[in-house]
């Protein structure tokens, strides 16, 4: 089953029940009920007070939310038919959160001879989560974007993404390379949460250093089938490295970090790029083949067409050595 709502690990505890601490499988059903039913979804609409029919935040005289939830006619009889939630403020967005709240408006029209009235605003949806504390509380809404603030007259900046680290490279306006960063992720045998703040940390880096350049961001597009094709036929360890390589999640990281800066982001096909690096740049500008690789992508998208450097192509190897390719008859004149 894809989906399992509870968990599938937890799911599969019932069929051992003394390995796993359960004195019968009662004690395990009461387990798998609350973490079945520990989350509710209230989903928003633009045209709805609050931005919300279920769930309407107000916002109170000191700046905190207040949350009037409609609750299900089974609880009616014992809570009531509304439930208000008072003295909420968060730690991230608040001031997002009330200025989307602020931000609707009423609109009223003229329809056959009648006044009708209509909200125009945003929705706004919330989540609410049971942990093994309290329950927490989860919003959202569409965020307003900054101006675009770099220009690709100027130049670009290329991110080939690695296993185990980012390299990034910035090219003027003729696609020459001027300088270069590597930023380390080193995701293997780190926890779920610990490789989340390592991608975003350097996700920020790269959109902060493009803001800054007032330059665009090129980034290679989604292959899975590509990543999943370098898996098959390895060696045990380079496979484990690969499994905890986050690809998607650096790239739609970068790509959300830079939105929220007024970044530009271009997205090109990564084809070749290491090999265009290894034979053009790397020993051309002295730098790693990775390095080469995001300069081949930010010349990508900045338009640029590759050609080889020479009439014979010399292209490192993970042992140190060399293998040579020669052009082919025609290139060769």
Do not use: M
């Not at 439930?83 to 989307?100: C, M, P």
């Not at 609109?107 to 329950?135: C, H, N, P």
């Not at 959202?140 to 220009?151: A, G, K, S, Y």
Request: charged share 30%.
């Amino acid at each position: 089953v894809r989906i399992c709502f509870g968990g599938r690990r937890l799911f599969r505890r019932q069929f051992h029940l003394e390995e796993n601490g359960y004195c019968d499988h009662e004690q395990w059903l009461a387990e798998w009920r609350r973490a079945r039913a520990n989350q509710f979804f209230v989903v928003g609409s633009g045209d709805e007070t609050g931005g919300n029919q279920s769930c309407v935040a107000a916002v109170a005289e000191d700046g905190t939310l207040r949350l009037r939830l409609r609750l299900p006619p089974a609880l009616e009889n014992e809570y009531g038919r509304y439930l208000e939630i008072s003295g909420i403020r968060f730690s991230h967005g608040h001031d997002e959160i009330v200025a989307a709240l602020e931000s609707i408006t009423i609109k009223t029209t003229t329809s056959r001879g009648q006044l009708v009235t209509k909200r125009i605003g945003r929705a706004i949806s919330y989540r609410f989560l049971r942990d093994e504390k309290s329950w927490r509380l989860f919003v959202t809404f569409d965020e307003d974007l900054p101006e675009t603030v770099t220009w690709r007259e100027l130049g670009a900046i290329g991110v080939d993404v690695n296993p185990d680290h980012l390299a990034v490279a910035e090219v003027d306006r003729n696609g020459n390379l001027i300088a270069w960063w590597l930023i380390p992720l080193p995701l293997r045998g780190k926890t779920r949460d610990q490789r989340r703040a390592l991608i975003l940390e350097a996700c920020a880096f790269v959109a902060e250093l493009a803001r800054e350049r007032g330059l665009p961001v090129v980034i290679e597009q989604l292959d899975f089938a590509r990543k999943r094709a370098e898996v098959e036929g390895i060696g045990a360890d380079r496979s484990r490295e690969l499994s905890s390589f986050s690809y998607e999640q650096i790239l739609s990281g970068i790509d959300r970090a830079c939105c929220r800066r007024g970044v530009e982001v271009i997205r090109r096909s990564a084809a070749y790029t290491s090999v265009i690096g290894a034979v053009n740049y790397a020993a051309r500008y002295g730098v790693s083949v990775h390095v080469g690789a995001a300069c081949a992508i930010a010349r990508r998208g900045l338009g640029f067409a590759e050609r080889p450097a020479g009439r014979e192509a010399r292209v490192p190897t993970r042992g140190g050595r060399h293998v040579t390719l020669p052009l082919p008859a025609r290139n060769r004149g």
